[in-house]
């Protein structure tokens, strides 16, 4: 970490070249002395990623970034703020804290919280941070999260731990490919927390994560504008029943959906789709949770095909996690042919066809309100929508 980064003139600079090519500074001779033109670029690049993910730490003055990669994983203030809402107690220890982020929001509703970090330079840069964020609550450790665990015989109310992919090849992986390997470790998490937090990527299977975890009393599918962030796997000492799956969408209103797992729902398949009703499309948080029949009995919908994770309503239900839309006509290919000047973003849903091929066959320009939905109906066969938005994610 070098100090010398944090002197007002170099900020100043900092600040003032956020929108200057990163490279050609990286590149080019330094205008001070002791600091590299890499290290110039890293600080802009790093804290030009935080203006949107990190604004509290955008906003504060002489903050430290770290490696860009490393702000481009951590948490964003959104989700680690939705975190600190679900933990239980008064003392947690985030074992794999890294840049600090949720162990700060954790630090606004735990009385005592220690960060743990393996890597000696930010932790170091966590900890200043922490000063100047006046984290007067948190104890920063540099150490190997596990082996601290084992040399102690503190135990803690709640435990965070955000376990990284040993490779990044592939869309399948598993929790005991990850570092530190929670389930080889698991019953040592156990014995020192009541209520353990496991932070994993979107990419990990449900029932994958259940077969090799235990206790699982929640598991928290988090989006934000349709955009899968995070899975969240909540274990408790001595719980048998079955999880908590809770669907949560942060946007500019926060929606949920919870069931227990193994709940069944049923959906009816519509009978015909004709103008004025209202189309569901479910946010990804929902579709994540397969939860596909349970959505359309909870919100009294209809599906559109077995295959077809859309449903159709006469009601609007403002609270459905998703985007709703009224159908204003319903088109068959035939029809759709004879059409000029068609406008409208495009959905494809269950059709032969993908969205960029149907843009060019039928010249269809993009709108901000205006859907042409290609799918599949039970009772129709292959239909075409034309739709106006009414409820965004």
């Given at each position: 970490?070098?100090?010398?980064?944090?002197?007002?003139?170099?900020?100043?600079y900092?600040?003032?070249?956020?929108?200057?090519?990163?490279h050609?500074?990286a590149?080019?001779?330094?205008?001070?002395?002791?600091i590299?033109?890499?290290?110039?670029?890293?600080q802009?690049?790093?804290?030009?990623?935080a203006?949107?993910?990190?604004?509290?730490?955008?906003?504060?003055?002489l903050i430290?970034?770290?490696?860009?990669?490393?702000?481009?994983?951590?948490?964003?203030?959104?989700?680690?703020?939705?975190?600190?809402?679900?933990?239980k107690?008064?003392?947690?220890i985030?074992?794999t804290?890294?840049?600090?982020?949720?162990?700060?929001?954790?630090?606004?509703?735990?009385?005592?919280v220690?960060?743990?970090?393996?890597?000696?330079?930010l932790?170091?840069?966590?900890?200043?941070?922490?000063?100047l964020?006046k984290e007067e609550?948190?104890?920063?450790?540099?150490?190997?999260?596990i082996?601290?665990?084992?040399?102690?015989?503190?135990?803690?109310?709640?435990m965070?731990?955000d376990p990284?992919?040993?490779s990044?090849s592939?869309?399948?992986?598993?929790?005991k490919?990850?570092?530190?390997n929670?389930?080889?470790?698991?019953?040592?998490?156990?014995?020192k927390?009541k209520?353990?937090?496991?932070?994993?990527?979107?990419?990990l299977?449900l029932?994958?994560?259940?077969?090799e975890l235990?206790?699982v009393?929640?598991?928290?599918?988090?989006s934000?504008?349709?955009?899968?962030k995070?899975?969240?796997?909540?274990?408790?000492k001595?719980?048998g029943a079955?999880?908590?799956?809770?669907?949560?969408?942060l946007n500019?209103k926060q929606?949920q959906?919870?069931f227990?797992?193994g709940e069944?729902?049923?959906?009816?398949?519509?009978?015909?789709i004709?103008?004025?009703?209202?189309?569901?499309e479910p946010?990804?948080?929902?579709?994540?949770?397969?939860?596909?029949?349970l959505?359309?009995?909870?919100?009294?919908?209809?599906?559109?095909?077995?295959?077809?994770?859309l449903?159709?309503?006469?009601?609007?239900?403002?609270?459905?996690?998703?985007?709703i839309f009224?159908?204003?006509?319903?088109?068959?290919?035939?029809?759709?042919?004879?059409?000029k000047?068609l406008?409208?973003n495009?959905?494809?849903?269950?059709?032969?066809d993908?969205?960029a091929s149907?843009v060019?066959?039928?010249?269809?320009?993009?709108?901000d309100?205006?859907?042409?939905?290609?799918t599949?109906?039970?009772?129709?066969?292959k239909?075409?929508?034309?739709a106006t938005?009414?409820?965004?994610?």
């Open positions: 970490m070098n100090k010398q980064l944090t002197d007002q003139s170099v900020q100043d900092i600040h003032g070249n956020l929108n200057a090519d990163v050609k500074i590149m080019g001779k330094s205008p001070f002395p002791g590299t033109g890499k290290e110039l670029a890293n802009i690049a790093s804290k030009k990623k203006l949107k993910k990190l604004p509290t730490w955008f906003n504060t003055e430290y970034y770290p490696p860009l990669l490393s702000v481009e994983q951590c948490s964003s203030e959104l989700t680690a703020a939705y975190k600190a809402g679900i933990v107690g008064n003392t947690l985030d074992l804290g890294g840049y600090g982020v949720d162990s700060y929001y954790f630090s606004k509703r735990m009385q005592q220690t960060h743990c970090e393996i890597n000696e330079e932790s170091a840069i966590a900890s200043y941070n922490g000063n964020l609550n948190v104890t920063f450790i540099c150490a190997d999260g082996e601290l665990l084992k040399g102690t015989t503190q135990e803690f109310d709640s965070y731990i990284a992919r040993r990044s592939g869309k399948v992986f598993m929790l490919d990850c570092t530190p929670v389930v080889e470790n698991l019953d040592l998490l156990l014995a927390a209520q353990i937090l496991i932070k994993t990527a979107p990419l299977d029932s994958a994560g259940l077969k235990k206790n009393a929640e598991i928290h599918i988090i934000v504008k349709n955009e899968c995070e899975l969240i796997w909540i274990i408790e001595d719980f079955p999880a908590k799956i809770t669907c949560t969408t500019a929606k959906f919870s227990a797992l069944e729902g049923s959906a009816e398949l519509t009978d015909a004709i103008p004025g009703q209202y189309l569901y946010d990804v948080a929902l579709l994540k949770s397969g939860a596909f029949n959505i359309a009995e909870r919100y009294q919908l209809h599906k559109f095909h077995h295959q077809t994770q449903y159709i309503s006469n009601l609007v239900h403002s609270e459905f996690p998703g985007r009224k159908i204003d006509e319903v088109m068959s290919a035939a029809k759709i042919k004879k059409e000047n406008i409208g495009v959905i494809v849903r269950n059709y032969p993908k969205a149907l060019d066959k039928y010249h269809i320009k993009p709108d309100t205006q859907f042409i939905i290609f599949q109906s039970s009772s129709e066969g239909i075409i929508l034309r938005i009414i409820q965004h994610y």
